[in-house]
Each structure stands twice: as C-alpha cells, then as structure tokens.
C-alpha cells in the first residue's frame, strides 16, 4: 500500500513539474494595478491622469486632465477643437452619458457640399474651413466638471500647459503622421504652420501658442473658448479662409447630458453612447442578434464565428444608414430598433450555406418610427467610478486647419453629415434624410464608449478610435472577454475583422487570419478586404479582475499606454 502511495505522489509531482513545451505561447498580460488606472493613445496622458487619481481625484477630474493632455500629446486626435461623448458609471451603480458632439453651423445648409447640378464637391466636407463644425471639447470637460469633479479645474488643466511648454518626444508613428500630411496642412491653412516640417522620431515638439490658449482657459474658464480671444481667433480664421463658423454659433454651443443604451447581453449589463452616436444602438442590435446563437460551439475567429457577427453587423449598419440621426432633430424609434422580435425577424434572412448580399439587404421596417484618427481612453479611479471617452476631430488632424495664434486643430465633423443621402462619406458609410445638414444639428457618429457590468459590478471599460470600425472593435473585445476568457491585454492585442453593410466587404487585420478560414468564407460568396496597412480600432481598455484588481488593454497597434496604481 505504502508502495501504491508512493508511486502516485511521484506522479502528482511529475506532473507538476511537467515543462511547458517549447512552442507554448505564454499567456499576455496587461498592467495591473491595485486601485485606479487611465488607458489612452499616449504615456503622457495617462499618466498625467493617474497622477491627478492620486492627489485624490476622481475619474471626472482625471478626464478632464487627460483630455487636456491628449490635445497636446496626441494631435492627429486628441483635441480642443473638436468634440466627444462620455459614458459613466458611478460607484453605485448610477450611469449617464455627456454628449459633446460637434454642431453643424448656422449658416449651414443641407446642399452646401453640392453643385448647382447636385454633384458633390471631393474634400469641401473634409478639406478646409468649410469642412469644421462647431467644437464641443471644452464644454464637455467643463460641464463634467461641474457635475462630478472634486479637484478645482485649474490643477487639472496645468498639466496640459507645462507638457505643451515642455514638449513631447515625437514617437516614430507620430513623425510618420505628421511628414504624410504636410501637403494638406499647406493646403488648409494660409500660412506656415509650424508642424509643416520634417520630424524624425526623437525630435521635442512643443506648443507654445496652444500653452497660452490653455493658460486663458485656465483663467476665464469654458467662455474663454466660447466668448473670448480664442473665440476670436477661431472666427477671424475661419473667416479669413473663407468659412462660415461665427461668433454667435460659438456662444450658443452646449454640452447635453443623455441618457445612455442599456441593454443585457446573458449575464452582462452594457451601457453605451446614444443618438447622435450610433454605437450604443448598433452594439445592442449586433450583440442581441448573436445572443440566440451558443458561441460556446465556435472557435475564435474561426469561419462560423466570422460569419454570424459578419451577418449581425450587415443588418444593424443597413439600420444605422437608414434610421439614425441627431435625436433632437429627428425622431428615432430606438426601443423598436432594440425590440428582440425585430432583430429575430431580420436575422430570419441569414443562412450558414451562403453570404446574404447587401444589395439583398435594406433597413429593417419598425412597427415605430467615424477618423479612424479618433482616440479612447478609459478611467477607473479607487473609489469605483468608471468613465469611458471618445473624442475626435474625424480624420488625421481634422480639417487641418490649424487656428493662428490659437496653436490647434479645428475638426472636419460636417463630412459625417450625409452630404447626399447614399453617396459613402470618408468611411464608406452612407447615410440617409435622417443624418442630413442642417443649422445647429449634431452629426451622426460611430463613436462608442461603453462600460460592461456583472451581477452589479463594474467588469469593462472599453471603447476604440476607428471611424465606422469603432463600433465592431468594442463588440469583439467584449466577447473575447467574456465568450473566450481573455485577460484585457490579450484581447486588445486579437486579430479584428469588420462588415459595415456597404462596401460589401469583410475587412480582415493582415496576418491574423488563417488561409483556410479565409477560404472557407469566400466559398461562401463573402468578399474580404486585407491589405498591410489596414488597422481596425486602437482599443484602450480596463478589465476588473477576480480579485478586484485591474487590468489594462494599451493597443500595440500605435503608442498606447495604460498606467495605475
């Protein structure tokens, strides 16, 4: 008997010290941190936010700073001259959404992009003065702040200026971005700007104009923006080459508090942006439609899996096209666009034997009624609250019109307007009567900051840059965490694909697909889309562990950075 006890505590212990074979990929992991963290597009962001969690801050205050920090750090998107929306969740559970989207201007009119015969005009919506759309950046920080902030605003925007006083240290993705856009900042601006340049990774790059724009915010507050010089200089530009942005249009601009989609998927409660952004909708339209589906039976991003979010995707972006618009001009049935027989109803159509065509879908019908230069960040502080922030000037640098004597970015937001209902904007979406131009109203968005609950706690703080690939980006990192049992990190770094309705197409990340699955999808009459330097969505994101710590996502596909404590 001894003999027999011995011989299988041996094998218990050569079993435990079996090694790991040599081809075994070791498990990815995120930073983890004990108490609070910021993901963002750049080092110096998050860790100016983590800095102002630990002088006791909240996650309102340390949005404030790190968006503040992104507009210097993180140009090509981060911003003071465009606009976002916030998502939330409280330590007990509360959640709400700030929506501080762009407005189209006053003098705005639905043909302004189009020719006496109806044709549209390539780059005006994009290009130029003509192209911006009233900025929502400093009213949103500030109205956050008056809500929720504990800190007074002036430590939380100081950071912003010493860095922009200081200067940052050009990463190489950065150089790249800003030696590829030259041509157009000369073309945009009647002046040399100074970013119009040869950088080279390694270079201090400094912001002195836009040190002295934070500096009068800092003093005279949100009217600085909005009433004041820089309002001045905003204007007397746009004027100079030939916009149509006022004064007037500047002073009336408010951030709006909305109330955010919530829905369940299983076990999950999802809370994400509304109208005027189309992802809260859209996410919930995608993930109710799988949710009859056992995910259990499918391998990751295997050709079942492709096909049945590939099949979701197409129905709920048909919808987005058609149906969706800003909520305070149009009139959106969204409990019948989240109704669960309506999503059944449209998935009836889809087969595993074949691809349905596009051309064969349409909107659904009710019984009722982005850049892919955008940037994420994601906050959880100690005391439990969550804030999830998207922000954007639309494309690379916006309109790249840079504000003389301003020292910043104007945004490109009126190409997201359908211009001409079914004509594609810069992202291949297309829109209908409900996105059209006209005075004061937001334009459509794919933005979607979302924040995933469990059984009353806080799991995920999730959102992405993109343009139209935003919305699918947070849909797979949601269900590689909670469908596949990733850690944060590891899902970040997974291989994403994307169908948006039009183009009839499955974009496909380069090197992440086996060629057998690839295969299998076209014998089934899908079209890909994989090209080298295709990147969907730069995901930043927070994952509550088990043990109540928390991990985070940093995208390896730019300079993402999480940072905590």
Same mark, same amino acid.
């Given at each position: 008997m001894?003999?027999?006890?011995?011989?299988?505590?041996l094998?218990?212990?050569?079993?435990?010290?079996?090694?790991?074979?040599?081809?075994?990929?070791?498990?990815?992991?995120?930073l983890?941190?004990?108490?609070?963290?910021?993901?963002?597009?750049?080092?110096?962001?998050?860790?100016?936010?983590?800095?102002?969690?630990k002088?006791?801050?909240?996650?309102?205050?340390?949005?404030?700073a790190?968006?503040?920090?992104?507009?210097?750090?993180?140009?090509?998107?981060?911003?003071?001259?465009?606009?976002?929306?916030?998502?939330?969740?409280?330590?007990?559970?509360?959640?709400?959404?700030?929506?501080?989207?762009?407005?189209?201007p006053?003098?705005?009119?639905?043909?302004?992009?189009?020719?006496?015969?109806?044709?549209?005009?390539?780059?005006?919506?994009?290009?130029?003065?003509?192209?911006?759309?009233?900025?929502?950046?400093?009213?949103?920080?500030?109205?956050?702040?008056?809500?929720?902030g504990?800190?007074?605003?002036?430590?939380?925007?100081?950071?912003?200026?010493?860095?922009?006083?200081?200067?940052?240290i050009?990463?190489?993705?950065?150089?790249?971005?800003?030696?590829?856009?030259?041509?157009?900042?000369?073309?945009?601006?009647?002046?040399?700007?100074?970013?119009?340049?040869?950088?080279?990774?390694?270079?201090?790059?400094?912001?002195?104009?836009?040190?002295?724009?934070?500096?009068?915010?800092?003093?005279?507050?949100?009217?600085? #923006?909005?009433?004041? /010089?820089t309002? !001045?200089?905003?204007?007397?530009?746009?004027?100079? =080459?030939? *916009?149509?942005? %006022?004064? +007037?249009?500047l002073?009336?601009?408010e951030?709006?508090?909305?109330t955010?989609?919530?829905?369940?998927?299983?076990?999950?409660?999802?809370?994400?942006?509304?109208?005027?952004?189309?992802?809260?909708?859209?996410?919930?339209?995608?993930?109710?439609?799988?949710?009859?589906?056992?995910?259990?039976?499918?391998?990751?991003?295997?050709?079942?899996?492709?096909?049945?979010?590939?099949e979701?995707?197409?129905?709920?972006?048909?919808?987005?096209?058609?149906?969706?618009?800003?909520?305070?001009?149009?009139?959106?049935?969204?409990?019948?666009l989240?109704?669960?027989?309506?999503?059944?109803?449209?998935?009836?159509? #889809?087969?595993?034997? /074949?691809?349905? !065509?596009?051309?064969?879908?349409?909107?659904?019908? =009710?019984? *009722?009624?982005e %850049?892919? +230069?955008?940037?994420?960040?994601?906050?959880?502080?100690?005391?439990?609250?969550?804030?999830?922030?998207?922000?954007?000037?639309?494309?690379?640098?916006?309109?790249?019109?840079?504000?003389?004597?301003?020292?910043?970015?104007?945004?490109n937001?009126?190409?997201?307007?359908?211009?001409?209902?079914?004509?594609?904007?810069?992202?291949?979406?297309?829109?209908?009567?409900?996105?059209?131009?006209?005075?004061?109203?937001?334009?459509?968005?794919?933005m979607?900051?979302?924040?995933?609950?469990?059984?009353?706690?806080?799991?995920?703080?999730?959102?992405?840059?993109?343009?139209?690939?935003?919305?699918?980006?947070?849909l797979?990192?949601?269900?590689?965490?909670?469908?596949?049992?990733?850690?944060?990190?590891?899902?970040?770094n997974?291989?994403?694909?994307?169908?948006?309705?039009?183009?009839?197409n499955?974009?496909?990340?380069?090197?992440?697909?086996?060629?057998?699955?690839?295969?299998?999808?076209?014998?089934?009459?899908?079209?890909?889309?994989?090209?080298?330097?295709?990147?969907?969505?730069?995901?930043?994101?927070?994952?509550?562990?088990?043990?109540?710590?928390?991990?985070?996502?940093?995208?390896?596909?730019?300079?993402?950075?999480?940072?905590?404590?």
């Amino acid at each position: 008997m001894r003999t027999l006890i011995s011989i299988l505590l041996l094998s218990i212990l050569l079993i435990q010290c079996k090694p790991k074979p040599v081809n075994a990929p070791s498990k990815i992991t995120g930073l983890i941190a004990d108490s609070a963290m910021v993901v963002s597009a750049r080092e110096e962001a998050s860790k100016i936010g983590v800095a102002i969690l630990k002088k006791g801050g909240n996650a309102f205050d340390a949005m404030v700073a790190t968006e503040l920090a992104l507009s210097v750090s993180f140009p090509i998107a981060g911003n003071i001259g465009g606009g976002g929306f916030m998502v939330y969740r409280l330590n007990n559970g509360e959640t709400g959404a700030l929506d501080y989207r762009e407005k189209a201007p006053l003098l705005a009119s639905k043909d302004m992009y189009l020719t006496k015969n109806g044709d549209f005009i390539k780059n005006k919506s994009t290009l130029g003065a003509m192209a911006v759309g009233i900025p929502g950046t400093i009213a949103g920080i500030f109205e956050a702040h008056k809500k929720f902030g504990s800190l007074p605003i002036e430590i939380l925007i100081q950071p912003a200026i010493d860095l922009a006083k200081n200067g940052i240290i050009v990463t190489e993705y950065q150089a790249n971005n800003l030696n590829n856009s030259r041509t157009r900042f000369k073309k945009a601006n009647n002046y040399t700007i100074y970013l119009d340049t040869i950088w080279k990774a390694g270079d201090t790059l400094k912001f002195t104009e836009l040190a002295n724009t934070l500096e009068r915010i800092k003093i005279n507050g949100k009217d600085e #923006f909005y009433q004041g /010089k820089t309002a !001045e200089h905003i204007v007397n530009y746009i004027h100079e =080459l030939g *916009g149509i942005i %006022s004064m +007037e249009d500047l002073e009336k601009y408010e951030a709006k508090w909305r109330t955010p989609i919530t829905f369940n998927y299983k076990d999950l409660q999802i809370t994400s942006m509304t109208l005027p952004s189309s992802g809260g909708i859209c996410l919930a339209q995608i993930l109710k439609a799988i949710e009859p589906y056992n995910l259990d039976e499918f391998e990751h991003n295997s050709t079942k899996y492709i096909q049945l979010l590939t099949e979701a995707e197409r129905r709920a972006y048909a919808d987005r096209a058609h149906y969706l618009g800003d909520p305070d001009f149009v009139s959106v049935a969204i409990d019948s666009l989240l109704n669960t027989n309506y999503i059944n109803h449209r998935m009836e159509s #889809f087969s595993w034997e /074949k691809a349905t !065509e596009s051309s064969e879908i349409s909107h659904g019908k =009710l019984n *009722g009624y982005e %850049s892919e +230069e955008t940037t994420h960040y994601s906050i959880v502080d100690k005391f439990g609250n969550a804030v999830a922030v998207t922000t954007t000037l639309n494309t690379a640098y916006g309109s790249k019109v840079y504000v003389k004597n301003g020292g910043f970015f104007l945004n490109n937001e009126m190409d997201d307007f359908s211009a001409k209902p079914g004509t594609p904007n810069t992202y291949g979406l297309v829109g209908s009567e409900a996105n059209s131009i006209e005075p004061e109203k937001r334009m459509l968005s794919s933005m979607t900051p979302t924040i995933v609950s469990q059984n009353g706690k806080l799991k995920m703080v999730v959102g992405s840059p993109g343009g139209s690939t935003i919305i699918t980006s947070v849909l797979q990192n949601i269900l590689n965490v909670t469908e596949f049992n990733m850690g944060m990190q590891e899902s970040v770094n997974a291989s994403r694909f994307h169908h948006q309705w039009l183009p009839d197409n499955i974009r496909m990340e380069p090197k992440g697909f086996d060629s057998i699955t690839k295969t299998n999808l076209q014998n089934l009459g899908y079209k890909l889309l994989e090209r080298e330097s295709l990147i969907i969505g730069k995901v930043d994101a927070i994952l509550v562990l088990a043990n109540g710590k928390l991990e985070g996502g940093e995208d390896p596909r730019g300079d993402d950075k999480a940072a905590g404590f």
